[in-house]
């Protein structure tokens, strides 16, 4: 039986698979791509009964997908945080591990399956999703150094980093690249220990067009909420998801987001939710078309320009 890993090209999708297959090494079939890209389900062909793990997407946007393949013989495992849907598919070849609570995530779901023996790596993952608290106090518990818990915090971050973008073509590596770079380490500390040229491609890329996002004009601040707009170019779309994260950081009781000009008279948008309040960002993007994501993060693939000020409208009054 063929086996596929389909995962979310973000910290949290890769990190969730690396755990996964540090357990159970196997050579698989991997669909992944952009952090946007998230039907990916529909790449698995129907045409022969296979084993398909998936990671890190919504169930809600993969649904039929799903139901196909179940309806061809395929057995899956599904693990997720993101709105599932009204109900799951009940399946005798479904199996599910999805909690949409807004402090956990892809990887710390599955660090809870493999019972924490791959866990440096789901504290890396929560770091990317910017789960701060959750991470510090894993690696606390983990009798982690402060030293070892900055470098997981600026690995899960610059993985993240990389997954953002309008395409392949604007990441500085490949997610499946990335994954089976980063797999060969057991331990992520391992890696950022060593001399990978990747992990240094990352990060000095993360650094350089962090310098540009921080400088982004306002496009709209008020006492709920904060907006910044970005050019359309390639170092912004990579920048705009922890760019997003790190502006929330720096005004916790503020919704965040980030407008990033996309041609065809459209936006592609970030929001995050306030820290102080981990809720609303995905109510916010189902308001608009293509618009999707999770309780605290979430966002619009493309926005039309004539919808702009609703969407400013929005985000200074739905945190009120």
């Known amino acids: 039986m063929r086996i596929y890993d389909v995962f979310n090209g ?37 045409s022969e009964p296979s084993q398909v793990n998936v990671l890190d997407l919504s169930l809600e946007k993969n649904r039929s997908a799903v139901d196909a393949l179940l309806a061809a013989g395929a057995q899956v495992f599904y693990v997720d945080h993101h709105f599932p849907g009204e109900e799951l598919p009940e399946h005798e070849s479904f199996q599910a591990l999805i909690d949409t609570q807004p402090t956990t995530c892809t990887s710390l779901l599955v660090d809870e399956y493999l019972g924490g023996r791959f866990r440096n790596w789901a504290i890396a993952a929560a770091f990317g ?26 690995l899960g971050v610059c993985i993240n980093y990389n997954g953002y973008g309008a395409s392949a073509d604007d990441l500085h590596v490949h997610p499946a690249d990335l994954y089976r770079e980063l ?44 907006v910044v707009k970005l050019p359309d170019e390639a170092w912004a779309r990579r920048v705009s998801g922890v760019l997003g994260n790190e502006l929330a950081n720096q005004n916790p009781e503020k919704a965040c987001a980030i407008v990033t000009e996309r041609e065809g008279d459209t936006y592609l948008v970030s929001i995050r939710a306030p820290l102080n309040n981990r809720a609303g ?30 969407f400013l409208d929005t985000m200074a009054h739905f945190w009120r």
């Open 10 to 46: 973000d910290a949290d999708g890769i990190c969730a698979l690396i755990q996964l297959r540090l357990a159970e090494p196997l050579e698989s079939t991997l669909i992944t791509g952009v952090k946007r890209d998230i039907a990916l389900v529909q790449h698995v062909p129907v």
């Open 129 to 154: 999703d910017n789960l701060n608290a959750v991470g510090e106090k894993l690696a606390s518990k983990s009798g982690l150094s402060e030293k070892q818990i900055n470098n997981l915090r600026i």
């Open 183 to 226: 797999v060969r380490f057991a331990d992520p500390l391992e890696l950022i220990g060593g001399q990978s040229k990747t992990w240094e491609k990352l990060r000095t890329g993360y650094e350089e067009d962090m310098s540009q996002g921080l400088a982004a004009p306002v496009l709209k601040e008020t006492e709920t909420s904060l």
């Open 281 to 310: 960002a995905d109510e916010v993007a189902r308001k608009f078309p293509t618009g999707g994501g999770r309780k605290a993060a979430a966002g619009i693939n493309a926005l039309p320009a004539s919808q702009l000020d609703d």
